[in-house]
T-cell receptor
Framework: QQQVKQSPQSLIVQKGGISIINCAYENTAFDYFPWYQQFPGKGPALLIAIRPDVSEKKEGRFTISFNKSAKQFSLHIMDSQPGDSATYFCAASILRNSGNTPLVFGKGTRLSVIA | DAGITQSPRYKITETGRQVTLMCHQTWSHSYMFWYRQDLGHGLRLIYYSAAADITDKGEVPDGYVVSRSKTENFPLTLESATRSQTSVYFC?????????????FGPGTRLTVT
């Protein structure tokens, strides 16, 4: 059973447009929701993360929106640039208590920003 | 350079051979992880370790063996490689506890099993 479902698989956005990637999760115990960015030939790197006590977190052009009741969270990239072209992974884990669980990743979204 | 390194970066092996992928980190992070990345499957956890001599299975552990005798090293062994294990393998590490939750990934090892 896939615990974190990510959509779309691929996305093409015009330069300057808004890129939106969505994720849905099953396990209500999850309390940490990061997004990772991966460029070709590189390992993934943390982009931005959110805890469920807030509904939105913004860092520069990147925003996470979180809907606890719907068990969904999304990544918005404003003013998308060709340099944002990469694969994006959402993930989730349980951080509370001492037994941190490993991240569970979505299947990834390949974003292409075209000029 | 400090950080997390993987070796080799590329490996071609034959079916049935044993192959070991190495992972080394210089941060003394408690947690280390092995993932495989395949098109259409994203990142799937193979094994992870919370500390030296402590390992746990992830989502897809069959066919793999890990050990962690030292905090900084976390080798992954394919005891008898199969074509289905052709993949890109990523090692990652993280500190223990509530402070920082960021996982740092290595550059990956592209393994081809012929």
């Amino acid at each position: 059973q896939q615990q974190v479902k990510q959509s779309p698989q691929s996305l093409i956005v015009q330069k300057g447009g808004i890129s939106i990637i969505n994720c849905a999760y099953e396990n209500t115990a999850f309390d940490y929701f990061p997004w990772y960015q991966q460029f070709p030939g590189k390992g993934p790197a943390l982009l931005i993360a959110i805890r469920p006590d807030v509904s939105e977190k913004k860092e520069g052009r990147f925003t996470i929106s979180f809907n606890k009741s719907a068990k969904q969270f999304s990544l918005h990239i404003m003013d998308s640039q060709p340099g944002d072209s990469a694969t994006y992974f959402c993930a989730a884990s349980i951080l509370r208590n001492s037994g941190n669980t490993p991240l569970v990743f979505g299947k990834g979204t390949r974003l292409s920003v075209i000029a | 350079d400090a950080g997390i390194t993987q070796s080799p970066r590329y490996k071609i092996t034959e079916t049935g051979r044993q192959v070991t992928l190495m992972c080394h980190q210089t941060w003394s992070h408690s947690y280390m992880f092995w993932y495989r990345q395949d098109l259409g499957h994203g990142l799937r956890l193979i094994y992870y370790s919370a500390a030296a001599d402590i390992t746990d299975k992830g989502e897809v552990p069959d066919g793999y063996v890990v050990s962690r005798s030292k905090t900084e090293n976390f080798p992954l062994t394919l005891e008898s490689a199969t074509r289905s294990q052709t993949s890109v393998y990523f090692c990652a590490s993280r500190v223990r506890g509530q402070g920082s939750h960021e996982q740092y990934f290595g550059p990956g090892t592209r393994l081809t099993v012929t």
